[in-house]
């Protein structure tokens, strides 16, 4: 019923930037808080950055804060994390989630509060 689809991933030089954007379809009537998480091979799925949709705090994890920032065009339903000074430990593959109620920064590390999921588009940053 709804669906989430990740775009904007790519290859690019450790210091550079990049743009996910996800786009929402379907039931986007109950979307109160959506984000970004990311995994790396062997690794487990961490937060990244979440926003509350609707007027709202955005949470950053401690890795990206500074670096990335999340916004949102709620006409388009869509939501973007802007990717600034990139780094090696910043490759993986980057996920957006949807959840029907508010978050917290506690979500940034419990993804299974989140109802619906991205594929994922892969972010590989090189030194």
């Known amino acids: 019923q709804v669906q989430l689809a990740e775009s904007g991933g790519g290859s690019v030089q450790a210091g550079g930037s990049l743009r996910l954007s996800c786009t929402v379809s379907?039931?986007?009537?109950?979307?109160?808080?959506m984000g970004w998480f990311r995994q790396s091979p062997g690794m487990e799925r961490e937060g990244v950055a979440i926003?509350?949709?609707?007027?709202?705090?955005?949470y950053y994890a401690a890795a990206v804060n500074g670096r990335f920032t999340i916004s949102q065009d709620n006409a388009k339903n869509t939501v973007y994390v802007q990717m600034n000074s990139l780094r090696p430990e910043d490759t993986a593959m980057y996920y957006c989630?949807?959840?029907?109620?508010?978050?917290?920064?506690?979500?940034?590390?419990?993804?299974?509060?989140?109802?619906?999921w991205g594929q994922g588009t892969q972010v590989t940053v090189s030194s």
């Open positions: 379907g039931d986007t009537s109950r979307r109160y808080c």
């Open positions: 926003i509350n949709t609707g007027g709202g705090s955005a």
């Open positions: 989630a949807a959840r029907e109620n508010q978050c917290d920064p506690a979500h940034l590390v419990w993804e299974s509060a989140f109802n619906y």
